[in-house]
């Protein structure tokens, strides 16, 4: 047992505040914070295996805290080094360095290559792989096409993301094209807070694989031909951050919200690790997809650093406070590194053995160097193969598991079923109950299948761990596919607060899909009691829906004889339509043969008087021209009647002037009837006082007269009755 070893680096301040009041001093290994004036400030000092000032350079990181884990792995012991921090705090320049100052990743890289070239007993296979965590999920940087890997775990690999590519590597030079090629893949952002800011978390794994030169054929598995597998992690973490600071929008919030909640389930697992044994209770590596990579790293198999960055400036005092906090929390984390020796076809050297053998002898005398790049390409088609073939075969099992799982669902509906049309018949349950318990039991059984028990030598060295030692069947829930629920501000909060969360709360892991059995203290009296008031309660729902369906049916009975009698009464309203329509026409029609009447009549009067100069016929003659005008306006009016769209104002006065002619008319022959009447009576004076003939024509004429005035009244009640009627 061992306990991680933790770090903290000061980057160097960006900009020098003059109003700053305090500062952050190191010494030796503690950092503690401190007024202006060189008083410590308590309760806030640190100590830790290394503090790093703003002076250090990345090659003093490395030879105190890296090279040791490196070696190891070399080695045969799991390592793993991560830099976490607040973001801009320093740690991808820790991790990737710049070109006066190498990073980790590349001092590790040529410190393995160094370190093999000297050791000359054992033969060594090395290969590599790039991968960044982005909004959770896993992306192959040596392959942009590989996006959305899983991780998956078993006996003899442990927890590896499947399909992601790896490359077999001859020296430090391909390693550094490599992560060159990869780097441009990485997910930057521009943040207020740095202009170039990682948005994903990366890890640079290599996979280091050696076997001693000595041994015997691979084809019997002697004392001495066991391989060693390590695996080495290089992580650069995304840095935690506050929204309000960073003053990240869109992608970047939501980048930003991810990479918080990954920090906080880091952060927790980290807790929990970090409470003492008897405490640890369930530990959430699967949480987030970084933990579960890390999971070896973070309490398991393998040696662990961590260098957390901080930054020196007061404006980030609370992100630097929550970082040491981290930092102290981990310290407390002990981890069980043991060297991994497999003999199963696991490794990759073993299998790759007769092949490279093979080629050797072929290359014997012939250019070392182009050969040995021949070698390399080859081992690299292999690889790929390989990797070609586990993807097939994941396929394969996620086919097998989700055919199994319909089989399964199947059986339960079957049984379903079968429980149901059991209750119905008011039948005993209690046998289906017993068929449902068996299914877990098949269920193990069938999982025990899955995974192959890999052949383990006897433990040559104390030290040395059998492979599957730290990784046992998945006893947690499953991975989460998606992180849906993701952070907000408050989770940094929490995060730089030490803040332990509930994880209940967080929603990150979906339940797995459990089967809908009956809990097992529930028993068949009980199911039968609880199916009977279910199935009460249905009826009584499906009475309730007949009535109102026959309540529905006798409203649309009532509505379809509304219609029918709204039809009728149309069809009634069309026909008095069309005769209104027609109205006018016969109108004028029955006008003109009165009017023709009407002229007949007085031209047959007119005839009866003897002289055309009488009164009488010129009261015939007024009598026939008012009876025409009357006429003329009430053609008029029906005509402008039939077509009312053309009625004018012309039209309108037209009817007008008929008025006026009409009346003054009246008027005029009223005045020469009185005038006429006043000349005979004046003859009747002075001539003969008795003519018989003349009292004739008279009496006529008066008569006439009143017919004719009586008629034009009638006419013109007529008329105006039509008029009235007709508008
Ligand atoms: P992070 O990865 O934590 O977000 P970076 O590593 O990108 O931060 O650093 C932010 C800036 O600070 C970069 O420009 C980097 O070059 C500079 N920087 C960080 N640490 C140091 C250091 N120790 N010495 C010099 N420059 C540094
Ligand atoms: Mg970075």
Known sequence: MEKICVAVRVRPPICHENSSSTF????????????????????VSYAFDHVFDENCSNSDIYELLTKDIIHAAVDGFNGTSFAYGQTSSGKTFT?????????????????????????????????????????????????????????????ERGIFVAGLREEIVNNAEQVMKLLESGEVNRHFGETNMNARSSRSHTIFRVVIESKGKDTGSFGDYSSSDAIRVSV??????????????????????????????????LGNVINKLSDSAKQR??????????????????????????????????????????????????????????????????????????????????????????????????????????????????????????HKERDRYIRDQLMMIENLSSLVSDGDGSSSQGSMKESPIEECNNRGDDFKTPCFRAAPKAFVAKRSNYSQL?????????????ADEDTWFKINKGYIADLDSLQTTPARKVQS????????????????TELQNLKRRLELVTEEKNELQRKLAEDIEVKDRLKGDISKLKQEALLAREMPQRLCDSVTSFKDTYEEVLSKMQRYTFDGKSSTAKLLRCICEIGSILFSTMETSISNTTDRHKLSSGNDSLIQEYNKMLSEKLKSTITSLILSETASSEDKQTKTPCSCNFEVAAWSRYHVSILVLFFVMILGYFVSFFRTLIF
């Open 24 to 43: 952050w001093r190191v010494d030796d290994n503690q950092i503690s914070l401190h007024k202006l004036h060189g008083s410590p400030i308590s309760c």
């Open 232 to 265: 080495l992690n290089l992580v650069d973490l995304a840095g935690s951050e506050r929204i309000a600071k960073t003053g990240t929008g869109g992608v970047r919030l939501k980048e930003g919200k991810y990479i918080n909640k990954s920090l906080m389930v």
């Open 517 to 532: 059995f009956p809990p097992e203290d529930v028993t068949p009296n009980y199911l039968n009691k609880k199916y009977k």
């Open 281 to 402: 209770a369930h530990i959430p590596y699967r949480d987030s997809k970084l933990t579960r990579i890390l999971q070896p790293a973070l309490g398991g198999n393998a040696k662990t650093s961590i260098i957390c960055t901080v930054a020196p400036e007061e404006i980030h005092i609370e992100e630097t406070k929550g970082t040491l906090l981290f930092a102290s929390r981990a310290k407390r984390v002990t981890n069980c590194a043991q060297v991994n020796e497999v003999l199963t076809d696991a490794a990759l050297l073993k299998r790759q053995k007769l092949e490279i053998e093979e080629l050797r002898r072929k290359l014997q005398g012939s250019h070392a160097e182009v050969l040995e790049q021949e070698i390399l390409k080859l081992r690299n088609d292999m690889l790929q193969y390989e990797l070609e073939r586990e993807k097939l075969e994941m396929e394969l099992e996620k086919e097998r598991r989700s």
């Open 474 to 486: 998945p006893d947690l829930s499953p991975l989460p596919d998606s992180f849906s629920d993701v």
């Open 95 to 155: 991790m990737n360095g710049s070109s006066n100052d190498p990073g980790i990743i590349h001092r590790a890289v040529n410190d393995i290559f160094q370190k093999i070239n000297i050791i000359s007993d054992r033969e060594f296979l090395i290969r590599v792989s790039y991968m960044e965590i982005y909004n959770e999920e896993i992306n192959d940087l040596f392959a942009v096409e590989n996006q959305k890997l899983q991780i998956h775990e078993n006996l």
